[in-house]
């Protein structure tokens, strides 16, 4: 099956530093998502991002299909930003799509 | 509100025992899901149901069990044939319908409730 690959699997940061994350994925699929899950567990859906490039606030989140990646972009990046953030890739039609999941990227800004 | 709210937030379990966590979305969703996550571990699929009435079963579905009976409502059962049921569980939503992009009918996106954390006694 489909495999969707995560780096780096940790990751720590100054407060204000900026960074990149990466989803690498090893087939075709129908779209891509990046979530951020918190400390408390809840999970949010960032970016749903097929192709192309999006931005929202301090994060922004790029997607070449052809090339089978996504890179997650956090700028300035705030101690609410740590979490986790994960990768998930859709696949199937109709009554069997569903989502598969990286491992995630563990996020921690230190003040 | 719309949302999904999970119930209960923790949840025991005893040897041999049966639970069931409730999962009730108010976003007029058609599919639904359930994962199970362990600590430091990614998203596993246990059931997900595209339409009331079906559902399929995912990467884990040993010793689980799910009804789809209403549009609002996924519950899950552990059964006591799952020996390591200690996880956390989340419980997810979607539309297959074209909406608003970046609001809650945006199609695929998944949204997820808080979560029920299951422990074994």
């Known amino acids: 099956g489909i495999q969707v690959e995560q780096s780096p699997p940790d990751l720590i940061l100054q407060e204000g530093a900026n960074s990149t994350l990466r989803c690498n994925f090893s087939d075709s699929v129908n779209n891509l998502q990046w979530f951020h899950q918190n400390p408390w567990g809840q999970l949010i859906n960032l970016f749903y991002?097929?192709?192309?490039?999006k931005q929202n606030g301090r994060l922004s989140a790029t997607t070449v299909a052809t090339e089978r990646y996504s890179l997650l972009y956090i700028s300035s990046s705030q101690t609410t930003d740590s979490g986790v953030y994960f990768c998930a890739v859709s696949i199937g039609a109709g009554n069997n799509r569903k989502l598969i999941w990286g491992l995630g990227t563990s996020l921690a800004v230190n003040p | 509100d719309g949302g999904i709210t999970q119930s209960p937030k923790y949840l025991f379990r005893k040897e041999g025992q049966n639970v069931t966590l409730s999962c009730e979305q108010n976003?007029?969703?058609?599919?639904m899901y359930w994962y199970r996550q362990d600590p430091g571990q990614g998203l596993r699929l246990i059931y997900y149901s595209q339409i009331v009435n079906d559902f399929q079963k995912g990467d884990i579905a040993e010793g689980y069990s799910v009804s789809r009976e209403k549009k609002e409502s996924f519950p899950l059962t552990v059964t006591s044939a799952q020996k390591n049921p200690t996880a956390f569980y989340l419980c997810a939503s979607s539309t297959t319908r074209t909406g608003l992009a970046g609001g809650p009918l945006a199609k695929n996106i998944q949204y997820f409730g808080a979560g029920t954390r299951l422990s074994v006694l």
């Open positions: 976003l007029n969703h058609d599919a």
């Open positions: 991002i097929p192709s192309g490039t």
